[in-house]
């Protein structure tokens, strides 16, 4: 089973299988080779002698599974390295590394990542459930039982991978454990009773989620970010209370005597209502008794929110930016020495007592397969070449620093040809030259810009004049018809004298194209009276977008937007994570607690109310629909969270529900306010260091812009192919080599002597920190080697127990092909 | 009179008067010393052939002379310099010269400031007019006529100074005089007609306050920053609008077949209620309608807040912020170039023909006497020798180039007693001894911090005690006595155990001992029940921020609190002179719209009814208040506008308006919600940078941490004092020869043979700029060098008009005394 599952190494059959007969000109030193199995690279390196030489005298077959298990071992280091995971955790024997190979691929991925999907989805279907959805206790606690157990498979798969001790050790491992304890027990009570009783601890199901690998970016990013900002967090809203508590003293003493504000009248109020100004949600109504009084009374309130607002809270937003932005840099660092130590443990397992400069390409292909087993025999080469700085055939410590930079490039030859159409007869390539020409033209380009804001007017035009009645004509308006043609045409235009995969390439073209398929689908929605689509006809203004095109800030603004997608899509799912604790705690604490004319005894009153009362011939509703922000199942739940979030008139929901409970129940809205407060500001201190990090670089790199992410060139000649091909060849790697040989016909075909290759990948935050960090990374990397020469004796061990992986049952899978 | 007004020069007289007999050792060379008249000393300086040398057999007192109007100038430069005054407006003959001075001093600058304080004030006194303010007609246009006459008066002035050609090419001042002229016309035809027109321009007086030289912090800083920030500002502004376009057609054809839903029933309303949407203030009022029709619709509203709420207003945000960061170093930049130029001016005017290479103490005494009259003799020798890095008697270019930063230090003797009770005989001084020890100690610090924590939960107790009623006692209660004497006892026992000095040098004994003294008169109040002095009583609590002295990140917090205030303020009078602006135009057009009642047609109307009905018994007040958030009087309006700045709930007054003028009235508001967010987000960029800043540094320094300031060390001999007393004594300067004589005497007494001196200042913005850019300011400075031998051509003509000053008057009044 651990086999099947194994979708990162499914090349250990084919090249264990040939790896004897491999003496390739490159890698002619073979047989002698023996790979530094006791993790004494360190020694060779320094050029002293290594303690180990007497296990010169291996087998040559024990050899082969040796270096085998080397590159499967390096492939891990490297995996740590990219993920950041802890040495400590490294599988330590045999059976920890069934476990780990098991544990780390996409398929237990996705059983880790569904199970908690379901934990947490169950709470639909659990009472108070979402009427649709609505399940039996039985099925319910049944279905939580079940994922419980697959999670508890999972721990089990961990542990064995981990041993017990490391097990242990690890905290969030530990708390999910004990978690997992306490739902069990839950689950089975439930069962056993056949009734749900409160049970909070739904709300830990989260940790679950939080502790899925596809969500590790949450976790490592965001939740520990957060914790990271929290002292320095703590700190100010502190200071915020505490001024909150001295104008609250204050606001009663001055206020008090007035008997119709009712903000003021007891400290708790006086305390709840500053509380609440904070958030401006009640602003000019609490000062409002106040100010019919005595118009100087204002004067309380504009020093209150101009203290607590506009300088505390700002100073709030500064404290937390700035502790973002130290912990970003410190953070960059961390990892940036974890993977340069992975490195090094990687490269010790790759050189050779014979040759202990440096990896060659057999060991280095050999790493690969495990490393990036999709990756084919072409680019391993490309790669290869590309991390070789020197003109040996062997790639020294120092190249192999940039193994992460290089391992990612996306390898393509490069063309010789200019357009998709050079190689048509005379007559079409001077058309589409034409079409080209034109396409590329600045006055195509802004005809097509003045088209989009005539468009643009058009629509505007058109809705302001539609008042109310049937908003979608049988007919389909000409307007519509007229500029889908226009795009449709540009559209041809562009794809002919570009190429489909030009076109395509940029990511603005692509926009144009959905956005045009949009429109086209929406005008067959029209035509073919299609109800349930014409909100695709909606999407129309859309087109207005490119128009934004023009100009080089939104530009640049709308490449960070897309760069920040990513990591604010992470944000988000940390908010939902903290919404879903809320909704439950909501859930169990509230639910039906409110309803239409709820708190008629409350100052909030009317916003609950529904009266439907007749005057004269009509039925008047007056509606407050606040009884819609309830917690009642838990998408109603989400959707009242966002309103909290939103902030403003949170306080009827808050006196709503306080009215109907008791007082104590603010302390949940107050506390959510202040939780996403974190997070909201954290958000903001996200954008703003990501941005102006952004604008920083581009000033840095005013020549070199406009560049299309990271670029490396690479020539390779037939020889080398040849070379290579050989290789592959004594190793029967069909597929490689019929790989390589198809390069080899088509340098053929051209008459060329070599090819020249183009690595390609697009920039990513790290590169950026890379250029913008330059000199400090140096010195880092000085103070890391000084740090790690004096700690050499602490590190041996665990390279020394790494080391202890004994050949497991490879061998035998190896056979079987 | 300008003579009697110029309070910058009083020293003239004395010293010029006494300038032909000094030939002080420091000055043997002067009778022989000829200034650069001719601003030629480029010529001298690159050792070139003065072609001005002819003037060397000028007489002896036209030496002396043109001595003193080098001085003059040379410190008029310095003062450009620091003012950041551009050279053109340079005065450029001795007219202009008088002019200069008599515009440039303290009385010219208050009769500025207070003749446009009238100016503004006036409109409290106008119709609409706050009711106790109310002046007839005549006499608020008679004043208003006498201010603009005054105004006429200081424009001439300044036409005097800066010439006609100038005056007309000055932007601000043209700006300033049309509106004059506008403003004067009106005035007239007012006075005239004897009744007030519309007089929206009454809203451009702000320009005579910005045009104050006590303003300039406001109009350098931040009204140019705001306009600088403005185009990427108005960029994302038209990304931000476009979305919300967009959304509203959408919206429009989602929502309006809801019939119950008013929000969205016409475009318009669809885009005046998502730009409401946009700060919040509908917020969930807004989705209820169509949300209670069908739940999914919350996402429309969620994904155009998460767009434009969450996204794009960060990035507004964000990019204001970058900009401000750009801004506030290209400004450093600037503004140190141009101080390196005038201080280059004022050194060409310094040096002699015959000794090139520097400034002599008497020219440099010279310079001082203009450039700060108040300074005594010691510290200009001390500043002198502050300057003086070589040990020539000359002050050289490059040590001249840290005028600024020397001239402005205090200087004081370090003593030589470490406690101010040294002197007293041995009891008294072990007791005051003891008593610092333990004023010092942690214990003693512990207890207080313990003390202040009881006495803020006790007043938090007796207050969430007292439930309404009498809360002042006729009886001083016992706790308020009894915290009252720890502190006092507290204080006493600091200032006996510290010195009052040192005592109250540090600004948070400074606080305690306010605060102290404010409970003290609280207990006055309370013991003498003088009843309106009572809210004495309630700034207790403020003796809690005393605790905020135990955490460093406070202290940091606090520190760039009080470091960020003067610019703080300066921003919060920014934000006044927007809110005098738009409180013109709102009582120009909505005085005496919005009354009780008003409303009754609008969706708003509740907030604005005030109804007063009797159901059995009781008279029940049902009151909306909002009727008082109008535009009848600045004050009001101020308030008024006050609220719209906190944005929340701002659509309330912002309909109650519109529903009783035209709907073209939600452009005034929703122009000034735009203008406040730009400068609520330059707020915020600020506060930020500030912080950051400060931040960085105090992570780069962190080893230097806890320095109050600069502080400079001289050491000054015995000698060198008489020498100067010598000096002085042979220009007859009594009061100089005085001075110096004390500290000849001092030394004397204690046997010294010299006294080391401490220089102090506090550590200003432009310090910790100097030390965050230290690389890239040489880089500047080369840059800035080449260029101005470049230019030195297009210079010259500058710096050789300026040195056609004449000796003006200044003889005569000279001889006066």
Do not use: I, K, V
């Given at each position: 089973m651990a086999v099947s599952m194994d979708d990162d190494v499914p090349l250990i059959l084919t090249l264990d299988d040939s790896g004897s007969s491999t003496s390739a000109p490159l890698d002619d030193l073979d047989r002698e080779e023996l790979p530094n199995q006791n993790g004494g690279s360190y020694d060779v390196i320094n050029d002293a002698s290594s303690?180990?030489?007497?296990?010169?005298?291996?087998q040559q077959s024990s050899a082969r599974h040796n270096w085998e298990m080397n590159y499967q071992e390096a492939a891990i280091y490297l995996q740590e390295g990219e993920n950041n995971d802890k040495f400590f955790t490294h599988p330590k024997n045999a059976k920890a590394l069934a476990a780990y190979l098991f544990a780390h691929n996409h398929l237990f991925y996705l059983m880790e990542l569904s199970t908690a999907l379901l934990l947490l989805l169950l709470s639909l279907c659990e009472a108070p459930a979402v009427p649709m959805l609505r399940l039996g206790i039985f099925v319910h606690a049944t279905l939580e039982l079940f994922a419980l157990i697959v999670v508890v498979f999972e721990l089990s798969m961990k542990m064995r991978w981990l041993g017990f001790q490391t097990f242990i050790r690890h905290k969030r491992t530990m708390v999910k454990t004990c978690v997992l304890f306490v739902q069990f027990i839950e689950a089975i009570v439930v069962l056993v009773r056949q009734t749900s009783h409160v049970r909070i601890t739904r709300a830990l199901r989260c940790i679950f989620l939080v502790d899925c690998r596809y969500c590790g970016a949450v976790r490592r990013r965001n939740l520990r970010q957060i914790f990271q900002s929290l002292p320095p967090f703590i700190d100010i809203l502190l200071l915020l209370l505490f001024f909150m508590v001295i104008f609250a003293i204050l606001g009663f003493y001055l206020f008090s005597p007035n008997h119709s504000d009712p903000y003021f009248n007891t400290l708790e109020n006086s305390l709840v209502n500053l509380f609440v100004l904070l958030t401006t949600s009640n602003f000019p109504d609490v000062m409002m008794p106040s100010y019919a009084r005595n118009p100087w009374s204002c004067v309380f309130f504009i020093v209150y929110l101009s203290i607590e607002l506009y300088f505390i809270m700002n100073l709030l937003l500064a404290v937390v930016f700035d502790t973002f932005n130290d912990i970003e840099k410190r953070k960059f660092k961390s990892l940036l020495l974890h993977k340069r130590t992975a490195m090094q443990h990687a490269y010790r397992l790759l050189i050779t007592k014979q040759r202990p400069s440096g990896i060659s390409f057999k060991h280095f292909e050999g790493l690969l397969r495990f490393y990036k087993p999709r990756m084919c025999a072409r680019e391993r080469y490309l790669t290869f070449k590309a991390l070789?700085?020197?003109?040996?055939p062997l790639v020294s410590l120092k190249d192999f620093y940039n193994f992460y930079e290089v391992v990612g490039l996306k390898w393509k030859a490069k063309r010789?040809?200019?357009?998709?159409?050079?190689?048509?007869?005379r007559t079409a390539f001077l058309i589409f030259k034409g079409i080209n020409i034109l396409v590329k033209s600045r006055v195509f380009q802004y005809t097509m810009y003045t088209v989009v804001a005539v468009n643009g007017i058009w629509i505007l035009v058109e809705t302001f004049m539609l008042q109310g009645g049937n908003f979608f004509p049988r007919n389909v308006p000409w307007s519509y018809i007229v500029f889908l043609t226009i795009y449709g045409v540009e559209l041809l235009l562009k794809t002919t004298g570009l190429g489909p995969v030009e076109y395509l390439s940029s990511g603005w073209n692509l926009f144009d194209f959905s956005v045009t398929l949009f429109a086209f689908l929406g005008l067959m929605a029209l035509a073919f009276n299609m109800e349930p689509f014409y909100f695709i006809v909606v999407l129309r203004p859309l087109q207005l977008l490119r128009l934004f095109k023009l100009k080089k800030r939104y530009r640049n603004v709308l490449d960070t937007m897309f760069e920040l997608f990513p990591r604010m899509a992470s944000l988000g799912l940390t908010l939902l994570i903290f919404y879903y604790c809320f909704a439950i705690v909501g859930m169990e604490f509230f639910a039906g607690v409110v309803y239409p004319n709820c708190c008629n005894t409350s100052t909030v009153a009317d916003s609950y109310r529904w009266v439907n009362h007749t005057v004269g011939n009509k039925t008047i509703v007056e509606e407050g629909y606040y009884y819609l922000n309830n917690f009642d199942n838990i998408l109603n739940s989400f959707v009242t969270l966002f309103e909290l979030t939103v902030v403003n008139d949170w306080y009827i929901i808050m006196e709503g529900v306080t009215s109907q409970t008791t007082h104590w129940s603010r302390l949940y809205f107050m506390i959510f306010y202040i939780v996403t407060m974190v997070v909201m500001t954290i958000i903001v201190a996200f954008i703003l260091d990501a941005f102006v990090f952004r604008m920083n670089y581009t000033r840095k790199n005013q020549d070199s812009e406009e560049d299309n992410g990271i670029v490396l060139e690479k020539e390779i000649s037939k020889e080398e192919v040849v070379g290579i091909i050989e290789l592959y060849k004594r190793s029967s790697a069909a597929t490689e080599t019929a790989q390589l040989q198809k390069i080899v016909l088509q340098m053929d075909k051209y008459g060329q002597m070599s090819t020249l290759f183009l690595g390609r990948r697009s920039r990513t935050k790290s590169d950026l920190s890379m250029k913008m960090y330059e000199e400090e990374i140096q010195e880092w990397y000085e103070e890391h080697s000084r740090k790690e020469e004096s700690q050499t004796p602490l590190q041996e061990p665990a390279s020394a127990s790494s080391s202890s992986l004994k050949p497991v049952s490879l061998r035998q899978r190896s056979q079987t092909v």
């Open positions: 303690p180990a030489a007497g296990d010169c005298c291996a070789n700085q020197s003109n040996t010789n040809r200019e357009h998709w159409f050079d190689d048509l007869p």
